[in-house]
């Protein structure tokens, strides 16, 4: 099997941080190459373009937003997720582009076709071989998000932002089931473990 690009989503407080540790044991325990990565981020100047745009300080056009969000993404690309890919090292991303349709698009009223437009001149054929999607009601989203010490730009966001974020995830994944797996993490700790093993193992064919 060549090299997987593999992906973890979902709107905030469904789990990703949690469930990364996760798929991180899993790869260890088969002892698969692999590489782990976040979006945006990544790279010195995604980072710094992450500062920026989840910074609550930060005010900038729906346009401008996107263009950044796909400006890491380049630079991501270019610098970490093709080189490793054809190394042959898996690569693990937390967050890509279907955030940007569920966020950008879904959340700020970006217009998809806009954004598909930039996810073909910045991708090409590339796409996620597997996207696992992880899902919660909004209300669980909301009572985790307000936990959090300090929220980002998006974080203070409202409900019927992440309504619209998440369906869009869904719609996503509905379109094309055999490249995403959407994940209950709303259950308990333990299933979602397994749901995402399982759901890994068969991916790569190997005996859960």
Known sequence: MQAQFITLDGIDG???????????????THNLPVYFTREPGGT?????????????????GLRTETLL????????????????????????????TDATFAYQGGGRGVPLPDIEILENWVQGNLRPNLTL??????????????????????????AEFFTRVREVYLKRAASSPEH???????????H???????TLARHFGIAA
């Open 14 to 28: 469904a789990g990703k941080s949690t469930n990364l540790q996760v798929i991180r044991n899993w790869f260890a």
């Open 44 to 60: 010195m100047l995604g980072e710094a373009l992450r500062d920026i745009l989840l910074n609550p300080a930060t005010r900038a």
């Open 69 to 96: 969000m796909f400006a890491a993404r380049q630079q991501h690309l270019d610098e970490i997720i093709l080189p490793k890919l054809e190394a042959g090292i898996h690569v693990v991303s937390d967050r890509f």
């Open 133 to 158: 999607l992880l899902d919660v009601p909004l209300e669980v989203s909301m009572s985790r998000i307000s936990q959090a010490r300090e929220k980002d730009r998006f974080e203070q966001e409202q």
């Open 180 to 190: 995403y797996a959407i994940i209950d993490s709303n259950r308990p700790l333990e």
């Open 192 to 198: 979602v473990r397994q749901n995402i093993e399982n």
